[in-house]
T-cell receptor, first 117, second 112 residues
Framework: NAGVTQTPKFQVLKTGQSMTLQCAQD?????MSWYRQDPGMGLRLIHYSVGAGITDQGEVPNGYNVSRSTTEDFPLRLLSAAPSQTSVYFCASSRGYRRGPSTGELFFGEGSRLTVL | DQQVKQNSPSLSVQEGRISILNCDYT??????FLWYKKYPAEGPTFLISISSIKDKNEDGRFTVFLNKSAKHLSLHIVPSQPGDSAVYFCAAIIQGAQKLVFGQGTRLTINP
């Protein structure tokens, strides 16, 4: 059981560079989301999707883009990396937005640690 | 605006004793609450949850208590074991919504 798979696990970028964090799940989950974890801030929602073709913003969406062309994949794009985007990024999915996030049980990937110099 | 707050960044407990982790929330619309556990270099994993219609939910060594009037919930771990050493996140959601809101996390260390 792969669950939620994130790549890469580690990445170093220079300010202004762009990149994509990949997220794939093999559980046929409708709901997918991206969080960032920063010291003292907990986990903050960046973007989420309740199904293919549907995305919406979370608490901290600025500087990030997402798309959901398939049920399995939910990539997160950094358009022009800034040092403030240095963080650990988690992708999470749930069975269905009516059952999953409505009761909050998310399945998380192992995280992607991004450093922007 | 931190809607879910965990005011203790860290907690140290002796093995075998009770660990109590606390969480406060400000949004009275939240009606479902969860605790997640996170080990280093891993993603958070769901631990236990409680609906706002209840005041207690128990699962083995883990019990979550909800005090709606005080907008406070707590996680009790009895007895504490070394494997319980992790960061614990409190989270809340309005059922039917799509956004789960997390607290800042509390690092629990169980000492042998």
């Amino acid at each position: 059981n792969a669950g939620v798979t994130q790549t890469p696990k580690f990445q170093v970028l220079k300010t202004g560079q762009s990149m994509t964090l990949q997220c794939a799940q093999d559980m046929n989950h409708e709901y997918m989301s991206w969080y960032r974890q920063d010291p003292g801030m907990g986990l903050r929602l960046i973007h989420y999707s309740v199904g293919a073709g549907i995305t919406d913003q979370g608490e901290v969406p600025n500087g990030y883009n997402v798309s959901r062309s398939t049920t399995e994949d939910f990539p997160l794009r950094l358009l022009s990396a800034a040092p403030s985007q240095t963080s650990v990024y988690f992708c999470a999915s749930s069975r269905g937005y009516r059952r999953g996030p409505s009761t909050g049980e998310l399945f998380f990937g192992e995280g992607s640690r991004l450093t922007v110099l | 605006d931190q809607q879910v707050k965990q005011n203790s960044p860290s907690l140290s407990v002796q093995e075998g004793r009770i660990s109590i982790l606390n969480c406060d929330y400000t949004n009275s619309m939240f009606d479902y609450f969860l605790w997640y556990k996170k080990y280093p270099a891993e993603g958070p994993t769901f631990l236990i949850s409680i609906s706002s219609i209840k005041d207690k939910n128990e699962d083995g060594r883990f019990t979550v208590f909800l005090n709606k009037s005080a907008k406070h919930l707590s996680l009790h771990i009895v007895p504490s074991q070394p494997g319980d050493s992790a960061v614990y996140f409190c989270a809340a959601i309005i059922q039917g919504a799509q956004k789960l809101v997390f607290g800042q996390g509390t690092r629990l260390t169980i000492n042998p």
